[in-house]
C-alpha cells in the first residue's frame, strides 16, 4: 500500500540551530515528491518538487534532497517565521488515485 | 498573478442540511483537485477534474459528496445531508498540466486557502 511516513511529529529548535525533517515513502511507482508548508489557517504553500533519487534543491535556509525511500527538509540556521507545519507528499504512476498522498506532517517550531 | 481562491471561508452547518463549496483555481490550469484536511493530518485526496472531466473520484468518502466543474474553470464540492464527521478543512488544488503520462515540473499543485466546515 502507498504511504508516507513523517518525523518527528513535532520539533521544538532555537533560533539557529540546525535540523532535518525525514519522510518515508513507500510506492509503487514514484513521480514526484513534493514538500510543502503550512501555516495555521492557511492552505499548503509549495516549496519544492524532486523527480528521482539524488535530486537536491534548494530554497534560502531550506535544502530538499531524495533517495529511493526517503526524503529530507535540511533547514539551516532556522529563523522563528520558519515555524509551521511542514508536509510531504507523493504522486503514484501505480494506477491508484490521480491525487498526492500526504503525511500527516512535522509541527515546527523555532524559538527565538 | 492571482492564485487559487475559496469561498465561503467558513461554513457552519447544522447536521443534515445540504452545503456547496466553491473553488476558483488558476486561469488557465487544467488540473483541478479536492482535498478534505482533518485537524492534525495532511490532506486527503477526494476527487480529480482535467477541465470539465472528472476522471478520479475514488477518495469521496460517501455518495453524499458530489464535485462539478462543468466549463472547466470554477468548481463546486457539494455535501448533501452533512454529518458531523464531515468536520474538517476542504482544500482545493490546481495544477496547470495533465499529471498522467510524462512527468514534467509542472504537474505541482498550488492550494488555495481552503474552507472551514463545521457541522453542529
Known amino acids: 500500500e502507498d504511504q508516507v511516513t513523517q518525523s518527528p511529529e513535532a520539533l521544538r529548535l532555537q533560533e539557529g540551530e540546525s535540523s532535518s525533517l525525514n519522510c518515508s515513502y513507500t510506492?509503487?511507482?514514484?513521480?514526484?515528491l513534493f514538500w510543502y508548508r503550512q501555516d495555521p489557517g492557511k492552505g499548503p504553500e509549495f516549496l519544492f518538487t524532486?523527480?528521482?533519487a539524488g535530486e537536491e534543491k534548494e530554497k534560502e535556509r531550506l535544502k530538499a534532497t531524495l533517495t529511493k525511500k526517503e526524503s529530507f527538509l535540511h533547514i539551516t540556521a532556522p529563523k522563528p517565521e520558519d515555524s509551521a507545519t511542514y508536509l510531504c507528499?507523493?504522486?503514484?504512476?501505480?494506477?491508484?488515485?490521480?491525487?498526492?498522498?500526504f503525511g500527516k506532517g512535522t509541527h515546527l517550531i523555532i524559538q527565538p | 498573478g492571482a492564485g487559487v481562491s475559496q469561498s465561503p471561508r467558513y461554513k457552519v452547518a447544522k447536521r443534515g442540511q445540504d452545503v456547496a463549496l466553491r473553488c476558483d483555481p488558476i486561469?488557465?490550469?487544467?488540473?483541478l483537485f479536492w482535498y478534505q484536511q482533518a485537524l492534525g493530518q495532511g490532506p486527503e485526496f477526494l476527487t480529480y477534474?482535467?477541465?470539465?472531466?472528472?476522471?478520479?473520484k475514488s477518495g469521496l468518502p460517501s455518495d453524499r459528496f458530489f464535485a462539478e466543474r462543468p466549463e472547466g474553470s470554477v468548481s463546486t464540492l457539494k455535501i448533501q445531508r452533512t454529518q458531523q464527521e464531515d468536520s474538517a478543512v476542504y482544500l482545493c488544488?490546481?495544477?496547470?498540466?495533465?499529471?498522467?503520462?510524462?512527468?514534467?515540473?509542472?504537474?505541482?499543485?498550488?492550494f488555495g486557502p481552503g474552507t472551514r466546515l463545521t457541522v453542529l
Open positions: 507528499a507523493f504522486s503514484s504512476s501505480g494506477g491508484g488515485a490521480d491525487g498526492l498522498t
Open positions: 477534474f482535467q477541465n470539465e472531466a472528472q476522471l478520479d
Open positions: 510506492v509503487s511507482g514514484l513521480r514526484g
Open positions: 488544488a490546481s495544477s496547470p498540466d495533465v499529471p498522467a503520462g510524462a512527468i514534467t515540473s509542472t504537474d505541482t499543485q498550488y
Open positions: 524532486l523527480y528521482s
Open positions: 486561469s488557465g490550469h487544467v488540473s
